[in-house]
């Protein structure tokens, strides 16, 4: 079998493009990237999370997480207080501008993306939103490596197509 022919191949594959092109709309029209804007909506939907949280949910590194939020920070879009519980933890907030701009973002890539989820009807468009969530789910549970623990429901956060 040809490696385009395979599920998880083609998955990662258009996963890859959508990511790379999100990262491009995002930069030109609001001058933040998709690891920015991933971490924007993390707080948004979770706010006062420390940075280890974050990676973990992100499935990145705590350096990368680091660097990201001082860039946001530097943009006025976030803001980091040490926990007075705990010294060494930092807990971070979105600020009323950083709130803004995610939601802007939200709405660019579903601009952007409308196009693409044109292509499938209403019932594939369902279909796809629940296969995704049940994948969601499986690869996020418990105890599985990265697992990402979201505290939400997936077709919430990742719209497609039309909202009803």
Known sequence: MK???????LLQHVAGVLLGQSDQV???RLGIGMSQYKILMM????????????????????????RQVK???QKGLLA??????????HLTTPTAKGIKITEAAR???????????ATLNEKQQQQLKEML???????????????CDHPFDLADVYTIGKES
Do not use: W
Not at 3 to 9: A, L, R, T
Not at 80 to 89: G, L, Q
Not at 136 to 147: F, I, K, L
């Open 133 to 147: 969530t049940i994948l969601h789910s499986y690869v996020c549970a418990p105890g599985r490596p990265m697992a």
């Open 107 to 117: 709405d660019v890539l579903d601009q952007h993306q409308a196009p693409l989820f």
């Open 3 to 9: 490696p385009e022919h395979s599920i998880g191949y």
């Open 71 to 73: 860039l946001l920070q």
């Open 43 to 66: 707080l948004h939907v979770m706010p006062n999370v420390d940075q280890r949280k974050l990676a973990d949910c992100l499935g990145q590194t705590e350096a990368s997480i680091s």
């Open 80 to 89: 980091t207080r040490v926990d007075p519980a705990e010294r060494r933890r």
């Open 26 to 28: 995002l930069q030109e």
